[in-house]
């Protein structure tokens, strides 16, 4: 067991983990923090993806040990709490939600290539999205949130 | 008509959209109770074996730790249709990931660690592993004993006792034989399509809680009520002291209709004494929850010279593994095995057969996509031979409004004419395109449900004058949510945000049959039509005694009741109810819907005895660019038109169809469970790849609207046809570049290569 000291979502937070804990567990079982998914073991589905000092991870396959003095970032963040933020009310609209479960990781996933690239074209959404699946929409609707996003919208 | 309505037909967002985009919505694995402990499975490793014994003594050694096995658990059998299933193996294991044992323990390593302590000593079993195999005489059995069915099933139920035959049905009209000997032409292939998963992205998850002789199950599933009933029976308790609470629901596509974990973590919470929670791995979910059911199809068609269909004649065999979960689709697939064609003379048989392997079960479009792959790849073999345009054949045999249809029924309310022509114009049709683009189409049909397909609804006002929705029905991603509250807000004269909703709680909301073969939209909602009309007619009646006018001249409007009769008239609903709850009772509209008599409206029956509503068509187009080199399809466009009565939500419905469309995309071109002597050899998704943002091509969503007049403001269900029929359209595409006919699905480019290189030894090159 370890005392980690994190900064999840601009608070500073310390909680007792195993050294080997995986930094997704740390946040859905320590921190009640459930927005981020498990959809898998193999980092190969993105329900997971959490930001850490501005980049989109699989938190499924980092260490949380290994966060620590970094800033994270997840979905519980996003707005105020309350009130959803540009990028979120844009995902209801056009639709890019339906089960929802692999929302939050794409949230976090848009709002990193956003970031990097405030008006991405379609290919580069598509790109920055590979490593999230989902299963219900199609994708084309979350592209869409994301390509409005770009435009100003 | 869309001017008509104030709600229905327009892009209300969904009320329970915040809640999931951010990170608020709890799943099936975000549920949690004070004191709860983790479940795991042990499972076998051997896909036909008898239990010599097993030793659980060393397990149960460790502090805090509950273990338990077939003896300890409920002796009964159970099943929706056919109950051949108990709670743990009893006697022998029939597929590799059958649950044998399980352990409770604080947490999921310790669980772990007990499971490893358990020792079992197998005697393995001869094995079978393809359909073909097990309906062979002398085939090892699954079963020793076939059955029992439960009732709804046992009329249509007709297994083959001692062998691994557990349902054949066969159905034909005219004089097939003498049919197909007048026939101009006959074709006769055979085809096969792959077992697919259903890949949501949520794994099962249940938490049951068993205290103080009731149990409360928190789990995520398409069917809250037959779960309950289930569970209720199998725990031998009263279904009062079974609740079954759904949690958000992650995605479904079929594979959450039947009880997966939640017998296992009720009876370790009644061991435990403590809430159990159970969270499938996502290697559980391929090797051990369930895929679709594959089927391999031949189809014998007789046709003129003019290209009209006379005759078909159309064999399934069904491999269900080791469960007969298969049984829906191999039902479906006799009235739906036709597709949307007029055939005078036809015959269908279905032969569902137990093999040695996870089973299979509903999938999205459960047993359409399987039969669709057939005909619709057949039709443009027709096509070429006789010279013809593919579109050209379809429009000339396709079901018009008032033929009869493959099961004897009048067709009514049928847009695929328009739903074809609008594809084929979209796709770009017989315009010119480079020599390695190809482009295919298919036309789909699907009948509605029809076993007790019931649905029932509750509205209540609330003090403020808004409304509240109450219903059995899962809401698994489909956008159910946002369309009963926009049924319920036309109705009660409420803007959208004043209606709110609950939905499948056995506790709380009225029954549904649940969420299953795109029947929501149509019975629940309007079960919820009903119930909201039930609950506007209340408040009138106390307005009538408030105001003294009487009911017939009043209104609902704008929050208000009104009267065009007295123009003066304005009183807030708010004021009503304030009446209503103090003074007389509280407003609670009741609707249902589903049963015998619900659509007096038909048209004449030719035959059957029941009829119901509610064909859903749809026609779909590709255009696929193919690398001859290398094998790769590489779709570009895709176009998806779908007679959906009248669009209800159209940011729901467009989002039905892409995503059903995508789902068929990874079904035509590379989603296969593979299966190596009963074992799955690829259970990730590192090696069991679904489609990703980079491969998705454009795609046209298309809604055509031709009133169904039994349903909600014309609605008909959306939610399966679009993953339908991606595989034919796409095979068709192939076929127009590279001269070859793929039969087995998937289309992936060894198969494309395979073909190709065949066909050239066929041609002496
Ligand atoms: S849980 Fe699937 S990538 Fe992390
Ligand atoms: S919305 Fe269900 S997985 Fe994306």
């Known amino acids: 067991m370890a005392l980690l000291e994190l900064k999840v979502n601009g608070q500073e937070v310390r909680v007792e983990a195993p050294d080997t804990a995986l930094l997704l567990d740390v946040l859905r079982e320590r921190l009640a923090l459930t927005g981020a998914k498990r959809g898998c073991e193999t980092s190969h589905c993105g329900c997971c993806t959490v930001r850490v000092d501005g980049m989109a991870v699989h938190s499924c396959v980092v260490l949380a040990v290994r966060c620590e003095g970094k800033a994270i970032a997840t979905v519980e963040g996003c707005g105020d709490g309350m009130e959803l933020d540009r990028l979120q009310r844009l995902f209801l609209e056009h639709g890019a939600v339906q ?29 920055g999205l590979d490593g999230n699946l989902c299963r219900c929409t199609g994708y084309t609707p979350i592209f869409d949130a994301i390509l409005a996003y770009g435009r100003g919208e | 008509m869309a001017d008509d309505y104030r709600v229905i037909g327009t892009p209300v967002v969904r009320p329970d959209g915040a809640e999931m985009i951010s990170g608020q919505a709890v799943y099936g694995p975000d549920v949690t109770q004070p004191g709860m402990l983790w479940g795991k499975i042990l499972r076998s490793p051997l896909p036909h074996a008898r239990i010599r014994s097993i030793d659980v003594e060393k397990a149960r050694a460790l502090p805090g730790v509950t273990v338990i096995t077939a003896r300890d658990v409920p002796d009964r059998r159970y099943g929706y249709a056919i109950e051949d299933e108990q709670i743990f193996a009893v006697d022998k294991v029939r597929y590799v990931g059958e649950p044998v044992a399980a352990a409770a323990a604080p947490d999921e390593e310790r669980a772990l660690e007990a499971l490893s302590l358990i020792t079992v000593d197998y005697e393995e079993l001869p094995a079978v592993f393809t359909a073909a195999e097990a309906a062979r005489d002398g085939a090892p059995l699954v079963h020793d004993e076939l059955g029992p069915a439960r009732s709804v099933y046992l009329a249509s139920w007709n297994p083959v006792h001692g062998t691994n035959i557990i349902h054949q049905a066969s159905h034909h009209r005219g004089d097939v034989d003498a049919a197909l000997a007048r026939a101009d032409y006959v074709f006769e292939d055979t085809f096969h399509a792959s077992q697919i998963h259903h890949s949501y992205m949520e794994p099962h998850a249940t938490l049951a809680a068993a205290r103080s002789n009731a149990v409360t199950v928190w789990t995520c599933s398409q069917e809250v009520f037959q779960l309950r009933t289930l569970l209720a029976g199998l725990f031998a ?95 479906r697939a006799m009235k739906d095995g036709n597709g949307p064609y007029r055939v005078h003379d036809l015959r269908i048989s279905s032969t569902l057969v137990y093999t040695n392997k996870m089973r299979g079960t509903q999938l999205r479009g459960l047993g359409v996509p399987e039969g669709a792959f057939a005909i619709e790849s057949q039709m443009d073999m027709i096509a070429e031979r006789l010279g013809m345009d593919p579109l050209e054949l379809r429009l000339k045999n396709i079901l018009e409004e008032g033929d009869i249809n493959s099961i004897d029924d009048v067709v009514q309310s049928i847009g695929l004419r328009e739903c074809l022509v609008s594809v084929a114009k979209e796709i770009g049709w017989g315009e010119p395109k480079p020599a390695n683009v190809g482009r295919g189409l298919s036309v789909i049909a699907k009948s509605p449900t029809t076993h007790s397909s019931i649905s029932s609804a509750y ?136 049963g015998k008599g619900d659509y007096p409206t038909l048209p004449h029956k030719a035959q059957r005895k029941e009829y119901v509503p509610g064909w859903k068509y749809a026609a779909q187009a590709v255009e696929a660019e193919i690398d001859e080199e290398t094998g790769i399809v590489r779709v570009r466009r895709i176009a998806s038109a779908h007679d959906v009565g009248k669009s209800l939500n159209p940011v729901s419905v467009d989002g039905q169809i892409i995503g059903g469309v995508v789902m068929g995309l990874g079904y035509a071109l590379h989603e296969r469970l593979q299966f190596d002597q009963g074992r799955i050899v690829n259970p990730s998704f590192m090696d069991y790849k679904i489609p990703s943002s980079q491969e998705i091509p454009e795609i046209k969503p298309i809604a055509v609207e031709v009133p169904l007049p039994e349903g909600p403001f014309g609605a008909k269900g959306i939610g399966e046809l679009a993953i339908v029929g991606i595989a034919p359209a796409i095979g068709n595409a192939i076929h127009e570049v590279l001269g070859v006919r793929l039969k087995e699905l998937p289309l992936h480019p060894e198969r494309v290569l395979d073909a190709v290189e065949s066909q050239r030894k066929r041609n002496g090159g």
């Open chain 1, 99 to 127: 089960c929802g479960y692999c929302g939050p990781g794409m949230l976090m996933a848009a709002q990193a290539l956003l970031e990097q690239n405030p008006a991405p074209t379609l290919d580069e959404v598509k790109k």
């Open chain 2, 459 to 594: 509205v209540q006002f609330n003090e403020d004058g808004s409304a509240q929705v109450l219903v059995g029905a899962s809401e698994i991603g489909q956008g159910m949510s946002v369309v009963m509250c926009q049924i319920a807000a036309e109705v009660l004269g409420l803007p959208v945000e004043a209606v709110g909703i609950a939905s499948a709680d056995t506790g709380t909301t009225p029954y549904d049959r649940g969420t299953f073969s795109s029947r929501v939209t149509f019975y629940t909602g309007m079960a919820v039509k009903l119930a909201a009309e039930d609950a506007r007619k209340q408040l009138l009646e106390v307005a009538s005694r408030m105001v003294e006018i009487p009911q017939d001249d009043l209104a609902a409007a704008e929050e208000r009741v009104v009267s065009p009769a007295h123009p003066e008239l304005s009183l807030p609903f708010r004021e009503v109810l304030e009446r209503a709850h103090s003074y007389e009772r509280p407003i609670l509209g009741r609707g249902t819907y589903g």
């Open chain 2, 237 to 331: 308790i009263p279904e009062s002291r079974m609740r079954v609470i759904n949690t958000k629901v992650g995605g479904g596509f079929g594979g959450k209709i039947e009880p997966r974990l939640e017998p296992v973590a009720v009876a370790l919470s009644v061991h435990s004494r403590k809430p159990v929670k159970i969270v499938m791995t996502r290697a559980e979910e391929f090797t051990a929850a369930a895929g679709s059911t594959p089927a391999t199809v031949t189809v014998k068609t007789g046709v003129t010279k003019d290209g009209t269909l006379t005759v078909r004649d159309i064999d399934f065999l069904w491999d269900t593994g080791a469960h007969a979960e298969g049984l829906p689709p191999s039902n």
